[in-house]
């Protein structure tokens, strides 16, 4: 089976592609749509420890690589951390959008980049070139839609502003049901994700 398949049997998707350092090239495995029904029957999700989720993707994008002889990393190894944003961008399916955040071009704002497989063979495909999306947005309105403009355009990202809403009976809204910019986004609707899988990673930035 290919790549995109043996992910796909985990709710994993190839976000996309970039050479490295070298001849070699990068695949960038994100968060599916059908990866939430997957991850909450393993071993880490019921087991009660920490980061359950970077030890599930840890595991299966492990095992990923080692079945189609490639080397895996993860947002989370490090210090030094891997350049994730760089690739991303390099990929040309991810963009910068208004807020500040990446937007990429199936998933929108929702994105969960859960690891990456290191090739040794060159790049033959990179996929196809698109647009930046946010370009022709309507209103763009991600940019608006943070109910305490801790994501907004003119500014880099509050974190404390957002983190001290979160705690509010307010921003159970956003803790329940995902970012409110990041819901915004057109592509984010059409994407679409499982409310409890928002309050998972909500909780877990909250706590962070």
Sequence with gaps: MTLDADAGQFGLYIMGRCPSD???????????QALWPQFRTSAEYIDGRPDPLDRWS???????GAQHTA?????SDGPPYAPFIAWSLATGQFF????GMMVHVTAGLMISIRGALIFDDA??????????PCETCDGQPC???CPVGALAAHHAYDVPACKTYLGTNAGQDCMMQGCAARRACPISQSFG???SQSAFHMNAFKKG
């Design 22 to 32: 070298g001849n070699g090239h990068i695949v960038l495995l994100g968060a599916g």
């Design 58 to 64: 840890k595991r299966i994008i492990g095992n990923l």
């Design 71 to 75: 080397r895996a990393i993860f947002p």
């Design 96 to 99: 910068q959008s208004p807020t």
């Design 123 to 132: 790049l033959n495909d990179p996929g196809p070139t698109v647009a930046n």
């Design 143 to 145: 940019a608006s839609a």
């Design 193 to 195: 994700r499982d409310p």
